[in-house]
């Protein structure tokens, strides 16, 4: 057996700077979401309404990570659908238990 | 394999049922890390669920924030607990070094993904330069961890007067400062034990995450991927640092905001 060179028979292709400037301004979105999240944490009255504002923001976020930077957009749709759908339960645990840690609350205060 | 014309590559000697077919047209290994990363949601989703449920269930702190004074009595307000920064006792600074974790973890996924982008070319060189950019993001973002869960435990100069049930199983009031799983200034158990698990599942997921980036780094550049023919490792390596990314800014909003 010949002994392995470092040697490469790749080619390395040019960057494509389209692409690196969309992973630029996705990058640029993530930080813009946050710079306000942190403004409504200091300006806005504590409540539902803040408290809705702030996890629709980071489901955006997140959907931005998945989509953007995981490529889970550019799958092929049975893949993205197993990924995406059991999600869907977690949303019913979050209420189920919401709700559950509410009647908690009542039933100690 | 032959050009795919349908949803599902059928491969034209085998058939559907015959193996060799690509359904999901992903390899083996990105696969399966999707599928851990989906159990590993699943782990996080538990925890903040219960973070949540566990929340809703105290009082929250009906003063101005202001005046928030730590109790066990209620929830605490993140922004008068989480108010610290390094090198500057006593500055009272909300949420700044969290802010400033969160945009290094960012800025660490977004070198990841430029490393990504880079192995797309083959491109060494590139590879090599966005993966130490984004091992520098990592280590940095653990070290702030570091710095934050050692204030948390040690407290501020007053701490706070509290009732409780000490470790003797006595009832006591006495000044209490920093934060264990028994007991924390800030507010009742569960929010310094939600705290520490949270937060060190996050920071071991982190760890771990470092470990795989210096692995990658390394074997791109001695060359082991330009031998291998591909690039495929800093893309499921990717995959794994976003998903830290994506748990973080659940944490972030969660445990820093609401």
Request: hydrophobic share 55%; proline share 3%; aromatic share 16%.
């Amino acid at each position: 057996m010949e002994i392995q060179e470092n040697k490469s028979t790749l080619v390395v292709e040019a960057r494509n700077d389209e692409k690196i400037k969309k992973i630029w301004k996705t990058a640029g979105i993530l930080l813009a979401i946050t710079v306000v999240e942190f403004i409504m944490a200091f300006t806005m009255g504590r409540g539902i309404l803040l408290y809705g504002a702030f996890m629709a923001l980071t489901v955006w976020k997140a959907k931005y990570i998945m989509m953007e930077f995981m490529h889970l957009g550019d799958e092929v749709k049975p893949l993205f659908y197993s990924i995406i759908v059991p999600l869907i339960f977690l949303v019913w645990l979050i209420i189920v238990l919401v709700k559950e840690g509410s009647e908690i609350f009542l039933m100690r205060w | 394999m032959s050009a795919h014309s349908t949803a599902i590559g059928i491969s034209s000697k085998r058939g559907v049922w015959g193996g060799g077919n690509e359904p999901l047209k992903a390899s083996y290994g990105k696969l399966m890390m999707w599928f851990f990363l989906l159990s590993d949601i699943f782990t996080f989703a538990a925890f903040l669920i219960t973070y949540i449920s566990i929340r809703v269930s105290y009082p929250a702190y009906a003063g101005p924030a202001d005046t928030f004074v730590g109790s066990n009595e209620y929830w605490p307000v993140p922004e008068m607990v989480f108010e610290a920064l390094p090198f500057m006792h006593g500055v009272h600074a909300p949420l700044i070094f969290v802010g400033i974790m969160t945009f290094i973890l960012i800025a660490s996924s977004v070198t990841m993904v430029l490393a990504v982008e880079a192995g797309h070319r083959n491109d060494r060189n590139d590879v090599v330069k966005w993966m130490l950019w984004t091992l520098v993001g990592g280590v940095t973002f653990l070290s702030c961890q570091a710095w934050e869960w050692n204030h948390f435990i040690h407290g501020t100069d007053g701490g706070s007067v509290l009732t409780y049930v000490n470790s003797l199983g006595k009832v006591v009031q006495e000044t209490v400062f920093g934060a264990n799983l028994h007991v924390n200034e800030y507010g009742p158990a569960g929010f310094a034990q939600l705290f520490f698990f949270i937060t060190g599942f996050h920071g071991f997921h982190v760890t771990v995450g470092v470990f795989l980036l210096f692995l990658c780094f390394y074997q791109a550049a001695v060359g082991v991927y330009d031998r291998r023919g591909h690039y495929e490792m800093v893309e499921k390596i990717g995959l794994y640092w976003h998903f830290v990314d994506l748990v973080w800014v659940f944490v972030f909003t969660l445990f820093y905001l609401i």
